[in-house]
C-alpha cells in the first residue's frame, strides 16, 4: 500500500490530486521533463511527481493547461 499523506497535504483531495495528475500527463506526453526518475508510464510518473510535492495545484493554473481545456470544450 503506497503512503499518500504527502499528496493529501500537497492537493487537498482526491478530485485535485487525479485533475493535477491528468494535467502533468498531458505535459509529460508533449515532452516536458520528469522532476523525478522516469517511471514506465507517464501516469505514474506524475504520480511520483505529485507524491514528493514536485508538482501542485499551481500545474492547474498554468497557461497550457486552460487552454487545452477550453478546445477540449469546444
Avoid: C
Wanted: aromatic share 4%; charged share 30%; hydrophobic share 30%.
Amino acid at each position: 500500500m503506497t503512503d499518500n499523506t504527502n499528496i493529501k497535504e500537497t492537493l487537498g483531495n482526491i478530485f485535485h490530486m487525479t485533475n493535477a495528475a491528468s494535467a502533468r500527463v498531458y505535459q509529460l506526453r508533449r515532452g516536458h521533463l520528469p522532476k523525478v526518475e522516469p517511471e514506465n508510464s507517464f501516469s505514474t510518473t506524475a504520480l511520483k511527481e505529485i507524491k514528493d510535492g514536485k508538482i501542485t495545484l499551481s500545474i492547474l493554473l498554468e497557461k497550457n493547461n486552460r487552454d487545452r481545456i477550453r478546445k477540449d470544450k469546444e
